[in-house]
């Protein structure tokens, strides 16, 4: 059984950092497109930034490019996903999702989702 689980959410200050992690279990993670999905209130969902282990492409959309930066270990199987300088505007909960092919990450059409953390950004 496949499962994501993410963790490291939590409250920050405008500007302040995170990190968070998605540890895979059940599918080795170097033949996946790992990444972060976010869903604000109101808002609908969005990708944020993925990473396909088999050439270590990375995508990031255009609000946090240079903010964020989508990392993994193969070892432990999890991708993290660092967020500095973080705004009001990335409050959401992010969802980490995974797919044998990254065209089917970025249309949201992943195989494998987690349960999602909240990140909240406020002062």
């Known amino acids: 059984q496949v499962q994501l689980a993410e963790f490291g959410g939590g409250l920050v200050q405008p500007g302040g950092s995170l990190r968070l992690s998605c540890a895979i279990s059940?599918?080795?993670?170097?033949?996946?497109?790992v990444g972060w999905f976010r869903r604000a209130p109101g808002k609908e969902r969005e990708g944020v930034s993925c990473?396909?282990?088999?050439?270590?492409?990375?995508y990031y959309r255009d609000s946090v490019e240079g903010r964020f930066t989508i990392s993994r270990d193969n070892a432990k199987n999890t991708v993290f996903l660092q967020m500095n300088s973080l705004k009001p505007e990335d409050t959401a909960v992010y969802y980490c999702?995974?797919?044998?092919?990254?065209?089917?990450?970025?249309?949201?059409?992943?195989?494998?989702w987690g349960q999602g953390t909240q990140v909240t950004v406020s002062s």
């Open positions: 999702a995974a797919d044998p092919y990254f065209a089917n990450w970025y249309l949201a059409k992943s195989t494998y």
């Open positions: 990473i396909h282990s088999t050439d270590g492409f990375t």
């Open positions: 059940g599918v080795t993670v170097n033949n996946l497109a």
